[in-house]
């Protein structure tokens, strides 16, 4: 009899122990819902949540997710397209010093027209420029990823 109970205490303590594990909330820093999302590979569109967590999509879901989770910020991307940044490969950094600031201005507009990437193929602006990859990388300006060739 004792053996029986034994074996219930530790089945009870098994299953009390998964179930508490599946009952704690994910926390994501924001959740898009219900967004289009268009598969790259054959252009079908599926409905789908993305999950966000320390800047990188965590994951993307179809449906309604069965996973408990909380979000600083839910957006509710209903009938709109979420979609991946794009790159331009193809930019000159350059017009010597008295344009610095010029090009520096157009960081924000590449970022806000969906381009969160670009490749400076050769120009006269390069100590700018990595000056600019610091102050985005700490948060101090708004701009895309740059990848350049450096000096032309």
Same mark, same amino acid.
């Given at each position: 009899?004792?053996l029986k109970f034994r074996y219930f205490l530790s089945g009870f303590s098994l299953f009390f122990l998964f179930s508490c594990q599946m009952n704690e909330k994910v926390t994501y820093d924001s959740v898009l819902e219900g967004g289009n999302v268009i598969n790259l590979i054959? +252009? @079908?569109?599926?409905?789908?949540? !993305? /999950?966000?967590?320390?800047?990188?999509?965590?994951?993307?879901?179809? +449906?309604? %997710?069965?996973?408990? *989770?909380?979000? %600083?910020?839910?957006?509710?991307? @209903?009938?709109? *397209?979420?979609?991946?940044? /794009?790159?331009?490969?193809?930019?000159? /950094?350059?017009?010597?010093? @008295?344009?610095?600031?010029?090009?520096?201005?157009?960081?924000?507009? /590449?970022?806000?027209?969906?381009?969160?990437? &670009?490749?400076?193929?050769? +120009?006269?602006?390069?100590?700018? &420029?990595? @000056?600019?990859?610091?102050?985005?990388?700490?948060?101090? !300006?708004?701009?895309?990823?740059?990848?350049? %060739?450096?000096?032309?």
């Amino acid at each position: 009899m004792r053996l029986k109970f034994r074996y219930f205490l530790s089945g009870f303590s098994l299953f009390f122990l998964f179930s508490c594990q599946m009952n704690e909330k994910v926390t994501y820093d924001s959740v898009l819902e219900g967004g289009n999302v268009i598969n790259l590979i054959d +252009g @079908s569109v599926t409905i789908q949540d !993305l /999950f966000i967590k320390d800047g990188r999509i965590a994951k993307m879901e179809s +449906g309604t %997710s069965s996973e408990n *989770y909380t979000a %600083s910020n839910i957006i509710d991307a @209903s009938g709109k *397209y979420i979609l991946p940044g /794009f790159w331009d490969n193809h930019v000159h /950094f350059r017009g010597g010093d @008295s344009l610095i600031e010029a090009n520096k201005r157009f960081l924000g507009l /590449f970022v806000a027209n969906g381009i969160t990437t &670009v490749r400076d193929a050769g +120009g006269d602006l390069t100590n700018a &420029v990595m @000056s600019w990859k610091d102050d985005m990388e700490n948060g101090d !300006l708004v701009g895309p990823t740059i990848f350049t %060739s450096g000096p032309k």
